[in-house]
């Protein structure tokens, strides 16, 4: 049939409750999981309902948190289990990414200059406020990321912080076999003169796994919301958190990099093994 | 998507007024009433035309776009830096510009062109550096959406019955130009330059003969509005608020990306997005649009005729059909009456209701309970196949849509050989010529027409 014949002799139609299909009688859609068993014929379309989201006055009504009564937090620290049996079947995939080798000691000695450079401005007036973020991004936590989202006092988004403790989990475990491979010291067991201002975490440095991490939120976030202002914001929240483990004296610029490369590259495969929580989260905002 | 039979329960919905699928296209003059090609042939030219876009990855195998992405081509930036093949093997010989000159005077873009035409060499791997493309369809509506606005087939599909058998299954449903094809490129939406340079170098390679951009670009100097010169003691404001440190190299590339998209609009047009937030004078890079070059920033009307709440009106080439959005602020107040939440307590004695639209614009989604749309089940099918075609299409809208229409319009133009090629600033004379002003405000909007004067449904 041409494509004149297929327009001109059947016809799309928007109603109140979806897309008819010609003139053909409406499935009932209140329950359409009993038509679908009773072996109904729908010909309903089910049109995507939130009308104007993000812009309706009222958005954000009954989405106040309780946080008393938030235990999202909580589960999602579970061990994932299933989500990483996923990611060993699929080790082939992600174990030798083209990761570039890390540079000798003489090049990381001279990236460590840099390193005594960030560790005298951490004490000027302008840069004083990154002691605190350093302290506060030390440990896993997601307020670097919920911030520039918006949603970091607002419920309603479990699925979301579910996903972003699931990728720290994952990545924590993909990085470290990383670090383990190229097994370069930090930076002030190159360059005496740096004073961390943390105690050097048990592993080795390069790729930072704050980077990877971060930049793997980033990454993941931008496919299930890529219209969302904040998907390019995620990625400057990254850098900034990858680049404060510098200024904190714990990782050279290479790590950083290396990290970021590592998120870009691996994105395919997270999106695989975290695809139902991805669809989830994205749940919570269309 | 995922919704659950609670999800489902209609509550008020029957106020609103059925509407046309393809009003969109009708208002743009292309269908009659009848759903029928008003004023040109369905016949395909001997060469389809080309439209490139850059976007989200996008959902080949929608019955409606099967034939329409042009899989040898598709090309994904967002895993592998100089780009991986989704749909296909290594490369054979691709028939590219290998010999522009586009980036010449931008020595980053000349080092990247020199790398990625190595890159896209005869025998070069599909997956550049074993790096696998980013494009599963699941995380691809934004994309789907777009395609089947520009160029979607209106098809003959299979429908599943409850018997386990199949029956044909029709799907009027048509981009603005369905014959064209799509080259899709996908990127990712990191705030660097590199990566949106060699998109634009690739559309240029392939010698597109439209690019359609429905998005910003976040080049942290050009997001608006731009912090100019503003100082603070003797520190430029602009520095001061970056998370991260400024980079000159960066900043080069940045200006280099702007340059090249002008650059290239002289040879194709660029159509742009101008943004969903009242923008004047659009968002970057819609707002380098001139009257020297050919890149054309789309706004948005509602099917009433009147600008869409959401959309800006200054510095905007053209405006194209998209959905409403409610506002209530200084400047408007446009609320939904129908809505069954709404609240007259508050509202001013005088608004301009009346010109809220409740249409939205219909284009294809991902299959399945991915995408905009979920399938109306609460459950998956027992063996995995689609239970009805509920979930093809989504309710759409704002000027990614409206873009999309526009980028459709030049495509059909070129199809059936009334658009200029070559030329840019051509073809956006020729959309202008095409260009009917609408009467709204005190700037009229100019909506492009393929036949007659746009009709707006809404009424």
């Known amino acids: ?286 | 998507m995922g919704q659950t039979a609670t999800d489902l329960t209609v509550t008020g919905q029957e106020n609103y007024p059925h509407y046309d699928a393809l009003w969109h296209l009708k208002t743009l003059g292309v269908l009659d009433a009848r759903n029928a090609p008003l004023g040109w042939s369905p016949t395909p030219p001997p060469k389809p035309t080309r439209v490139a876009v850059i976007d989200t990855s996008v959902a080949p195998e929608h019955p409606n776009l099967k034939n329409t992405i042009n899989t040898a081509l598709s090309i994904d930036f967002f895993s592998a830096r100089l780009g991986s093949f989704p749909y296909r093997g290594a490369l054979d010989t691709l028939d590219l510009d290998w010999d522009t000159n586009i980036a010449d005077g931008l020595p980053h873009s000349v080092r990247l062109l020199t790398e990625f035409t190595d890159r896209l060499s005869n025998g070069s791997a599909a997956h550049n550096n074993r790096v696998q493309p980013c494009t599963l369809p699941d995380f691809s509506g934004h994309g789907t959406c777009i395609a089947g606005l520009v160029g979607a087939r209106p098809c003959i599909t299979e429908k599943r019955l409850a018997s386990g058998e199949t029956e044909p299954l029709a799907l009027p449903y048509s981009g603005v130009d369905p014959m064209c094809e799509i080259v899709q490129i996908s990127t990712n939406f990191d705030p660097e330059p590199e990566g949106m340079i060699l998109a634009f170098l690739y559309a240029e390679l392939i010698q597109a003969d439209v690019i359609l951009l429905p998005r910003t670009i976040s080049d942290p100097s050009r997001v608006v509005p731009e912090l100019g010169d503003v100082m603070l003691g003797s520190h430029n404001i602009k520095d001061l608020v970056r998370q991260v440190a400024a980079s000159p190299v960066l900043d080069d590339m940045w200006s280099e990306l702007a340059e090249l998209i002008v650059n290239i609009s002289q040879n194709r047009p660029i159509v742009c997005a101008a943004g969903n937030a009242n923008e004047e004078g659009a968002i970057y890079p819609a707002n380098l649009a001139t009257e020297h070059n050919g890149i054309i920033s789309v706004g948005a009307i509602n099917a009433k005729g009147f600008l869409s709440g959401y959309s800006g009106r200054q510095g905007i080439t053209v405006f194209a059909p998209s959905n409403d959005a409610e506002a209530f602020d200084a400047s408007q107040v446009r609320l939904d009456e129908r809505n069954p939440e709404y609240d007259p307590i508050g509202v001013p004695p005088s608004t301009d209701n009346d010109k809220f639209s409740s249409f939205d614009v219909i284009s294809t989604d991902v299959p399945g309970p991915a995408g905009y749309s979920g399938s109306p089940f609460a459950g998956a099918s027992l063996d995995g196949s689609l239970r009805e075609y509920g979930s093809y299409f989504s309710r759409f809208g704002g000027t990614s849509a409206a873009s999309a229409l526009v980028a459709g319009f030049i495509s059909l133009g070129r199809s059936v050989g009334d658009c200029p090629a070559g030329s840019g600033s051509a073809a956006k004379s020729w959309l202008l010529a095409k260009s009917h002003p609408q009467s709204d405000g005190d700037i009229p909007l100019n909506v492009p027409c393929w036949s007659g004067r746009p009709q707006f449904p809404d009424t």
């Not at chain 1, 912080?161 to 010291?185: Q, S």
């Not at chain 1, 004073?195 to 390069?206: K, T």
């Open chain 1, 1 to 286: 049939m041409s494509i004149q014949d297929i327009l001109t002799r059947h016809r799309f139609t928007v109603t109140s409750t979806g897309l008819r299909l010609d003139d053909q009688a409406e499935a009932p859609v209140d329950n359409p999981d009993a038509a679908a068993n009773a072996g109904a014929t729908l010909s309903l379309l089910a049109l995507n309902r939130n009308r104007n989201r993000n812009r309706n006055r009222n958005r954000n009504r009954n989405r106040n948190r309780n946080r008393s009564l938030n235990n999202a937090a909580g589960a999602a620290l579970q061990e994932p289990w299933k989500e990483r049996e996923l990611l060993h079947d699929l080790r082939s995939e992600w174990q030798d990414l083209p990761l570039p080798l890390p540079p000798n000691a003489e090049g990381l000695r001279r990236q460590a200059l840099d390193l005594l450079v960030k560790q005298a401005l951490r004490t000027t007036p302008q840069e004083s406020g990154r002691k605190a973020e350093i302290l506060r991004e030390a440990n896993i936590e997601l307020s670097g990321y919920l911030r520039p989202l918006g949603i970091e006092e607002l419920g309603g988004y479990d699925a979301t912080e579910g996903l972003f403790y699931l990728i720290l989990a994952l990545t924590d475990e993909i990085g470290l076999r990383y670090k383990d491979r190229y097994n370069v010291l930090r930076p002030n067991q190159i360059e005496p003169r740096l004073r961390p201002l943390l105690p050097n975490p048990p592993h080795q440095s390069y790729p930072s796994n704050h980077s990877f991490q971060s930049f793997s939120i980033a990454f993941l976030f931008s496919r299930i919301l890529p219209e969302h202002p904040a998907s390019s914001e995620l990625f400057n929240s990254a850098r900034r958190i990858a680049e404060n483990r510098e200024w904190a004296g714990l990782h050279y610029a290479c790590d950083t990099q290396a990290g970021y490369q590592l998120a870009r590259m691996i994105a395919p495969v997270l999106e695989k093994v975290c695809k139902k929580q991805m669809l989830a989260a994205q749940a919570e905002w269309l």
